[in-house]
């Protein structure tokens, strides 16, 4: 028999993988509570499956309990539900978040209930794509093994790839997306900065770098990161790094720390890579 699933909290997560259970039929999408009957009714209209609901004493007994939440709201839905009666022996508890972990859940359901963390390894900005586009994304996975081994099967049936994490270093776990994405924003930034201090115009400062970068990322999935380190560093040429250094932090004593920073980093991953061909 298909598991039943209440999702409490249904922003684009919630919806994005409540249309994809619903269309599979793995999962068996049952209530959705959101702050607002409305709102509950858009997820419910999205997903194309399931009852809107804007109370805990109004959700069916389920299965599984998906917490959709933003991280700060996680636990107090969780009391909530308790407090509700609605958290019974062998229910199963997610959610996705991919920075806390879900032990904090345990304290407050006690130990004869299961919980777990599902992390898509995606963007939701836009449900609809993710839906369409979701087959062979990576789920980072912790939890009770109970609850790992039902989601996983539900997760793996609508083409997600788990990855069991340590929960004990689940924040470097999430950092790990933060250094990939948000400050390969951040460091663009400061190149784009930097060929406008030299007097290319801003915006074609962002179409000058576009194929560099796209290269250089193509590289780095294709031979990893120290094959495709190229530039001073990786040729040992320490006249123009330190050069650039001196010039970078003259202009700009944030930059000037970052490039000291970075440079650094970078120094030890060519002597990877160094080592790796005399291994060779």
Not at 26 to 44: E, F, G, K, P, Y
Not at 58 to 76: F, H, K, S, W
Not at 182 to 195: C, G, H, I, K, W
Request: proline share 4%.
């Amino acid at each position: 028999m298909r598991k039943t699933l209440n999702i409490v909290g249904c922003g684009n997560v919630g919806q994005a993988l409540g249309r994809l259970w619903a269309r599979n039929g793995a999962l068996v999408v049952q209530d959705v509570l959101n702050r607002s009957l409305d709102s509950a009714t858009r997820a419910v209209s999205f997903i194309g499956a399931g009852r809107a609901v804007d109370n805990y004493t109004e959700l069916r007994p389920a299965d599984i309990y998906m917490i959709g939440t933003n991280d700060d709201q996680i636990v107090p839905c969780v009391e909530a539900l308790t407090r509700a009666g609605k958290i019974t022996p062998g229910t199963i508890l997610f959610h996705c978040s991919g920075a806390r972990p879900s032990s904090e859940l345990k304290p407050v359901i006690g130990a004869d209930k299961f919980v777990a963390s599902i992390h898509p390894i995606r963007s939701f900005a836009s449900p609809a794509h993710v839906a369409d586009t979701f087959a062979g994304t990576y789920c980072g996975a912790e939890g009770d093994a109970e609850a790992i081994d039902v989601l996983s099967k539900g997760f793996s049936a609508i083409g997600a790839q788990i990855v069991p994490l340590n929960a004990a270093f689940k924040i470097i776990y999430h950092s790990a997306a933060v250094f990939a994405c948000n400050y390969l924003v951040t460091l663009l930034d400061v190149a784009q900065q930097a060929y406008v201090k030299a007097g290319v115009p801003e915006e074609v400062a962002l179409r000058l770098m576009e194929p560099l970068v796209k290269e250089t990322v193509e590289n780095v999935f294709r031979l990893g990161p120290s094959d495709a380190l190229t530039g001073p560093i990786a040729r040992g040429d320490v006249e123009t790094v330190v050069k650039q250094y001196r010039a970078v932090g003259h202009w700009n004593q944030r930059f000037g720390a970052l490039y000291k920073t970075l440079g650094k980093l970078t120094k030890n991953l060519a002597a990877k890579r160094s080592h790796k061909r005399v291994g060779t």
